[in-house]
Every structure is written in structure tokens, then in C-alpha cells.
């Protein structure tokens, strides 16, 4: 089991307030959601907020409700956020991103366990869990002003650190769900049926051997995008080379050109392997021709050192 999957769990087994570290797409939400399944409070509510969205002036409704005909445009009582999760898990995503001024409004609600909604003068206890993700470094924005140091040490009580893809020893479990998840979204194209639930050996050898900086999310872009375009006889190269070069070459500021490109040799070579020696086949997996193909074996013999194992 992961170091991270065993926080994880361990934290599951208590009530404890956590705070979830890592990149953006890391699959915060996804631990959040893991740990709110496998808790006592498995069968309340799980309620999840993105602190980046919440407008300006809006804090107080968002986080503590309010009473009907409390405002303008009142029409009903709404419980907000906090009541919302009792008895269950509330999900601060991206805890960063929340405003000075709200996060003065969530210490208090943490210091209390109750919320008074606007309209209201009775204060009512609340009973949750929370759970908090950022990919910021708060420390560094307790010293610049943008986070306040209390509300920090409330909620980094049990702190988790989820690392990115490139760095998950369960990247094939990963890959392998979402391709299945992906095939169940697109079941009605033609010839979904005969993709097979798994990436065969070559098709997770070329998504391992991608770095992944947008994580999880990109990932799964990548693969509903393969799950929709492989039975129209796309390739995985193809589609991969598409996504990881014109990212290049938009940080380059560089037109991408496909023709200038081909598979790195490593690729070549184990798509030669994987297919049994049958370069035709090789070269529609790889998404090229078989003179293409042929062209880049010839180069890689002509161009290697006499001690290159393809020279003898």
C-alpha cells in the first residue's frame, strides 16, 4: 500500500480535521471522497466547496445560510454549506484561494461548531467533518498577509500530502479505471464492446512514459479522448503526441508542425516487441506508415555506435 493510502486510511478512522496537500489534478477531491467513504460518517452527507468561487460579499449566505425574506431575492430558507455537511464531511477545496474576510467567518464557525444564518439571531450546532486541499504553500502566505496562521494550525491538525502522477506506484490502477469508466460514458460508439476493460501492455508503456503535469485530470482528458477516437482507428502515440507537443511547443511559443515529429526510439522498439516483429502492425499502433517505420529502423542502425546492438 502507498505511504499516502495509508494516511489515508489511518485518518478515516477518526474524526481528525485534514488537510491535503499536492498539485493541482492530483486527485485531492478523490482522497477527500475516500476518506469520507471508508469514516464513520460514511452514510451522511459529503459536501465539497471550491473556496476560489465564492464571490465576494457572498461568504456569510454561502457558509452559514439564511432565513426567508432575510434580503432581497430571499425567497426561501437555505442552509448553507456547514448545515448542510452535518453529520457528514465538508470538502474546503482549494483553501488558499479563500478571502481574508471569509476565512475570519470560517475560524469562528470551526472555534463554535454553530452557524447563525443571516436573518436569524439563534446560532445552530453543527456536527461535521473537515477536510481541506490546496496546492499552495500557506506557510508562505501566512508570512505575505493572504492566510491567517490561526486558521492554519486548525486546519493542518493531520496534514496529507497526495503526490502527482508521475510519481504514483498506482498509475496502472489509475489508468486502467478511467479507461473503463471512459468506455462506460461512450458505450454506444461503434466497436466500444471490443476495446477490452485493460490498456494492453504498449498503450500503458506510452501513457507511463509521460510526466503528466496536469495529474489525474489530464489523464483522464487523454483517455475519453482515446476511448472516443480509437474505434475510429486514431492511435494512442498520435493522440499523445498531439496533447504533450503542442503543450511544448505553447510554452515555447512555437508553432507545432506533426510532420517534424516522430515516436522517440524506445517507443519504436517496444512497439516492434509488443507486436511479435510485425512492423505493419507496429506501425499502426505507432500511428505511421511501414515506410515511415522503415525509415526510422534505417536511421536508428545508421546512426548508431559500432558497439549498438542493431549494428551487428
Known sequence: MNSHESMLRIAADSDISVLLLGESGSGKEVAAQFIHNHSKRASGPFVALNCGAIAKGLAESILEGYRKGAFTGASEERLGIVRSANHGTLFLDEIGEMPLETQCKLLRILQERTV????????????????????????????????????FFRINVFPVTIPPLRE???????????????????????????????????????????????????????????????????????ILDDEFSKLAAGEKGQPYDARMHAPEWEIIEKAIKCCGGNKSQAAQVLGISRGSLSYQIKKRVTDAPQTDSARN
Open 168 to 238: 504514483r506506484a498506482d498509475f496502472e490502477n489509475i489508468a486502467n479505471d478511467l479507461w473503463y469508466d471512459a468506455q462506460k460514458i461512450y458505450s454506444a460508439i461503434p466497436n466500444a464492446s471490443k476495446q477490452g476493460r485493460r490498456f494492453d501492455e504498449f498503450e500503458m508503456f506510452l501513457l507511463k512514459s509521460k510526466q503528466w503535469p496536469g495529474n489525474i485530470r489530464q489523464l483522464k482528458n487523454v483517455i475519453q479522448r482515446y476511448a472516443l477516437l480509437k474505434p475510429h482507428g486514431y492511435s494512442l502515440t498520435g
Open 116 to 151: 447563525t444564518p443571516i436573518g436569524d439571531y439563534e446560532a445552530f450546532p453543527v456536527d461535521f467533518r473537515l477536510i481541506c486541499a490546496t496546492n499552495r504553500d500557506l506557510r508562505s502566505d501566512i508570512c505575505a498577509g493572504k492566510f491567517r496562521e490561526d486558521l
